[in-house]
């Protein structure tokens, strides 16, 4: 069965970076786009960003243009998303998802309704 599993989260000061990993299994991520949302308490899951599989094109929410920053390596099966510069907003659980060809122009990328598979989330929280 493919599965998505995250790994990465923790405690960071404002202005720390972390890295986190989403793992998949079962060959998910060998044609899927792969997206990091988030959902902080009492809020909705906001997409973060996306990849895509053909080109390794990129998405980014307005909120974390220029401190975060999407990649994939096929041949680990693994996605990451490296957040640098670290708010107290940005505190909430972290989702990896994947689907085909959802990160491209004509699509936004960023909605979870376009993702059906997901990981369990990792939490990371920005305190000081």
């Known amino acids: 069965q493919a599965q998505l599993k995250e790994s990465g989260g923790g405690l960071v000061q404002p202005g720390g970076s972390l890295r986190l990993s989403c793992r998949g299994s079962g060959g998910i991520l060998d044609y899927n786009d792969i997206a990091w949302f988030r959902q902080a308490p009492g809020k909705e899951r906001e997409g973060v960003s996306c990849?895509?599989?053909?080109?390794?094109?990129?998405k980014y929410a307005d909120s974390v243009k220029g401190r975060f920053i999407i990649s994939r390596d096929n041949s680990m099966n693994s996605a990451y998303l490296q957040m640098n510069g670290l708010k107290p907003d940005d505190t909430g659980v972290y989702y990896c998802a994947a689907d085909f060809m959802t990160c491209r122009e004509n699509r936004n990328g960023l909605e979870s309704h376009e993702y059906r598979s997901w990981g369990q989330g990792t939490q990371v929280t920005i305190s000081a």
């Open positions: 990849i895509a599989s053909s080109d390794g094109s990129a």
